[in-house]
């Protein structure tokens, strides 16, 4: 069985939101219609997105961190919002785990939205439906592309790369080993909902050096404690090595 | 949660409408087993199975309004095996067909005798379809009510005591409506469906008093913490990742002050149980259409702002990602 889902490292992510915009540019130039806008330029603007970036701030000042957070569809392995779903719209594909939404049988009755504790879906307010991440699916089996670019756009577009794509149940995969060796962890673990998306903490990043690193101990210009002094007029070492 | 117009009307209409042909197949059975007058409802088992189909349209068309593509409302009940939604969408037709055979075969007067009970009482096709539509009744209760009880992170409803009150509050406003129309079309019988109204009534606000005092005492079971998975105890959203509102800071926040929400809970307490129980005592003592008239009138509008508060009061977990705008 394959689960494809992302990891996503809080520890690298800096918050440029270019996993959003790029989700936004690819979704909403797809074969399954635009994810519109409402009065993009005006003051009250609106629209359906993906994908978004919080950021949140932990700690007391001055002990605190700021904490970037992407939030998309998690694509739980026990979905709540699928078994709501009165037409079978919000379905879960066996071959590869993605959560999907089939568009043409969508009655926008936003049952689903109120089964996800995420908040991960959002109603098209235009073609009132209800819509979410699809993981890229028209993009990850597209044999046009070249293999390094079947990816989801976020990740393609993450410049620090932070995001991570996969199977997360094959052991071997690169997502599989960070959620591993790197404590990667599920959001709200307590409702059951074994999310697909794993993320991966922050970490203190500390170098230990040892004074014997600082300073060489076999130092030979030290050999004796004192430095050799050179007489009024002649180059000092800084001169020389200046030369 | 935002409360929606639509479903609040839907689910008051809808429990109103069982409520009442539940009230006149019982008083129909207990007619026939002896225990009230054979003849006393007669006049209003058609009529009030008219109005109660109209009131389950009612809830119907209400529905559509809630959905963005009613034209598509046709599949909803293909997942009935797993959507409490999906079995609503089953019942409510089905009742609507016995309600409206048990209404039409009462009014033509096409009534055939099925049966004769042992004492001589006879069955007839309309009891027959008004049991079975009795049990459609009670199976809409448990549908409707289960759609918001089986979501278990909505932890306000997320109880036993959702069905409950939906049950009890949509029995009450039916007696209740078939008290005010008995006063009409079987004056003698509106002391019964009175007196079982007040009983439903003071059910129904024993119940929904726990359902509150439960609420009241629930503790999230997700934080922040948990929501972004950083084990630390103070944590502040500082930007939501976008500025001007989406749908999940519209649907999930009803976007008035605690203190109306606060109001307006004793105000449905006042006007969907208080002042009907009121008035239905003394409908019941003095007999007066006046006062059973008015309980309908007051109980349906408090239920609606019962039904209000219900979807108000549930902090759905989501929530928790949409604190700080930036």
């Keep these: 069985m394959t689960q494809l889902a992302l990891v996503i490292d809080l520890n690298v992510c800096v918050g440029c939101h270019a996993c959003v915009t790029s989700c936004k540019e690819w979704n909403t130039s797809g074969s399954a219609g635009p994810l519109p806008d409402t009065k993009a330029y005006g003051e009250q603007y609106a629209g359906t997105f993906f994908n978004r970036v919080q950021t949140y701030e932990v700690g007391c000042y001055p002990d605190t961190e700021t904490v970037h957070f992407p939030k998309s569809c998690l694509h739980c392995e026990d979905p709540p919002c699928v078994p709501v779903c009165p037409t079978g719209a919000s379905h879960k594909r066996k071959e590869d785990g993605i959560v999907l939404v089939d568009y043409d049988k969508c009655i926008g009755c936003k049952y689903c939205s109120w089964a996800c504790p995420y908040g991960a879906r959002e109603l098209d307010d235009h073609n009132r439906i209800m819509k979410k991440c699809t993981l890229c699916v028209d993009r990850i089996y597209d044999a046009s592309l070249p293999p390094q670019d079947r990816k989801p756009a976020c990740v393609m577009a993450c410049p620090t790369s932070a995001r991570l794509f996969g199977d997360i149940h094959d052991p071997e995969s690169e997502v599989s080993r960070a959620i591993r060796e790197e404590g990667g962890y599920p959001l709200m673990p307590e409702w059951g909902t074994h999310p697909a998306n794993h993320y991966l903490p922050r970490r203190k990043t500390r170098v230990l050096i040892h004074d014997d690193e600082l300073e060489r101990a076999d130092n030979p210009l030290k050999v004796d404690r004192q430095q050799p002094r050179p007489a009024k007029g002649e180059p000092t070492l800084d001169d020389a090595v200046t030369w | ?326």
Excluded at chain 2, 97 to 104: E, M, N
């Design chain 2, 1 to 326: 949660m935002r409360p929606a117009f639509s479903v609040i009307f839907l689910t008051t209409l809808l429990g109103a409408g069982q409520g009442l042909f539940l009230a006149i197949v019982a008083h129909q059975t207990l007619a026939l087993l002896g225990v009230l007058s054979p003849d006393g409802g007669r006049g209003m088992y058609g009529p009030g199975a008219g109005v109660a189909l109209a009131l389950l349209v009612g809830g119907l068309v209400a529905s559509f309004f809630h959905l963005g593509r009613p034209e598509r409302a046709w599949r909803s009940a293909a997942m009935w095996r797993t959507s409490w939604l999906s079995r609503e969408v089953i019942v409510l037709p089905a009742l609507m067909g016995t309600v409206f055979l048990y209404g039409a075969a009462h009014l033509t007067g096409v009534n055939p005798v099925l049966a004769r009970l042992p004492g001589g009482g006879a069955v007839d096709a309309a009891l027959a379809v008004g049991l079975a539509g009795s049990v459609l009744s009670v199976a809409l209760y448990v549908c409707t009510a289960m759609i918001y009880a089986c979501l278990k992170f909505l932890r306000e409803w997320h109880s036993p005591l959702t069905v409950a009150n939906y049950t009890l509050l949509g029995a009450a406003s039916g007696f209740t409506a078939a008290a005010a129309l008995a006063t009409s079309l079987a004056p003698s019988e509106a002391p019964f469906f009175a007196g079982w109204a007040l009983a439903f009534t003071v059910l129904g606000a024993a119940s929904r008093a726990a359902s509150l005092v439960r609420n009241a005492r629930l503790r999230p079971v997700s934080t922040l913490q948990t929501a972004i998975g950083v084990r630390h105890p103070v944590i502040r959203q500082i930007s939501q990742g976008f500025t001007a509102g989406s749908f999940n800071t519209r649907e999930f926040f009803h976007g008035q002050a605690q203190s109306l929400v606060r109001s307006l809970k004793w105000v449905f307490l006042l006007l969907a149980f208080a002042v009907p129980a009121i008035l239905l005592a003394a409908g019941l003592a003095s007999g007066s259409a006046q006062a059973l008239a008015a309980a309908i009138l007051v109980q349906m509008a408090g239920l609606m702002v019962e039904r209000w508060f219900f979807f108000a009061e549930a902090n759905h977990p989501q929530n928790l990602y949409y604190q700080s705008v930036a």
